[in-house]
């Protein structure tokens, strides 16, 4: 299986912080790698696919890069409605793993 | 628009069965997969196994193989989920969810999801 780790797991920061939320597979997944936002009580909610892609509606503040192994979510300048848990996901093979999370907390 | 309504909150026995239900609507049902995914409180999000609506053929988590059992259903568009041997580590949100839009395979609709309450 491949595993997948996230760091921090935890972050506090301020509105309008730049905020980058790191990845990492166990073995390669080329870009198959998507991000997840889940707020208390509701379904996690697509942010990127394949690594770089942007889902519909999503803010542009919100961008993910990498492959390989190491992937990168960045949000450009942090607001009150981003303060979540964010979740990676590998797509590659099954099973689909998720790394830990990352709680966004206010500063 | 892509809809996926699961069934509602069940409270189990230790060693009960639960089943689960997601039903689809706004898309072609046998032209995507659907998966499972189990959130107990307070912690991460478990992928559990894949479902292909099409054919019925299904790859489950190691963890899960010997207890659960994922079924569709082509003339409501629904998928079920069946977990028994219940202990109360299985108490979570399961949630349904399917890659529609995104490419690569990201899951870009979710049910609302089920609490699967399991207590003695």
């Known amino acids: 299986d491949i595993q997948m780790t996230q760091s921090p797991s935890s972050l506090s920061a301020a509105v309008g912080d730049r905020v980058a939320i790191t990845c990492r597979a166990s073995?390669?997944?080329?870009?198959?790698l998507n991000w997840y936002q889940q707020k208390p009580g509701k379904a996690p909610k697509l942010l990127i696919y394949?690594?770089?892609n942007l889902q519909g509606g999503v803010p542009s503040r919100f961008s993910g890069s990498g492959s390989g192994t190491d992937f990168t979510l960045t949000i450009s300048s942090l607001q009150p409605e981003d303060f979540a848990t964010y979740y990676c996901?590998?797509?590659?093979?099954?099973?689909?793993?998720f790394g830990q999370g990352t709680k966004v907390e206010i500063k | 628009q892509v809809q996926l309504v699961q069934s509602g909150a069940e409270v189990k026995k230790p060693g009960a069965s639960v089943r689960v239900s997601c039903k689809a609507s706004?898309?072609?049902?046998?032209?995507?997969?659907m998966h499972w995914v189990r959130q107990a409180p307070g912690q991460g999000l478990e992928w559990m196994g894949i479902?292909?609506?099409?054919?019925?053929?299904?790859t489950y988590a190691q963890k899960f193989q010997a207890r659960v059992t994922m079924t569709r259903d082509t003339s409501t568009s629904t998928v079920y989920l069946d977990l028994i041997y219940l202990r109360s580590e299985d108490t979570a949100v399961y949630y349904c969810?399917?890659?529609?839009?995104?490419?690569?395979?990201?899951?870009?609709?979710w049910g609302q999801g089920t609490l699967v309450t399991v207590s003695s």
């Open positions: 706004g898309y072609t049902f046998t032209n995507y997969y």
């Open positions: 479902i292909n609506p099409s054919d019925g053929r299904t």
């Open positions: 969810a399917s890659p529609i839009a995104a490419a690569g395979g990201g899951f870009d609709n």
């Open positions: 073995q390669t997944i080329s870009i198959y």
């Open positions: 996901q590998q797509s590659h093979s099954t099973p689909r793993t």
């Open positions: 394949a690594a770089s």
